[in-house]
């Protein structure tokens, strides 16, 4: 096991990575938990924070309990 550790992490080359997507991913319209919307356009006076983090369904659970959050989305790269 601890043979797969031996190398540090280090970003895939173009030619490792993954390809991404022909087409946009489909959204839901609501948020599941919060019941708001996914996308713009949102309410005036809101700011966006992006957030990086390691288990980010997680840390996302937690954005949901903070007075002042409207809504959250879990992405794999910063839009």
């Known amino acids: 096991m601890f043979q797969m550790l031996r190398h540090k992490t ?10 991404g997507r022909s087409e946009r991913m ?9 019941g708001t919307p996914l996308e713009p356009p ?4 809101l700011e966006r924070a992006v957030f ?8 996302e659970r ?11 989305a879990v ?3 910063a839009a």
């Open 10 to 19: 280090r970003m895939p080359s173009t030619e490792d990575a993954l390809p």
């Open 26 to 34: 489909r959204v839901p319209d609501k948020h599941y938990v919060l």
């Open 42 to 45: 949102f309410p005036d006076g």
């Open 52 to 59: 990086g983090m390691g288990c980010f369904w997680g840390a």
């Open 62 to 72: 937690g954005f949901w309990e903070l007075d002042g959050v409207y809504t959250t």
């Open 75 to 77: 992405a794999m790269r």
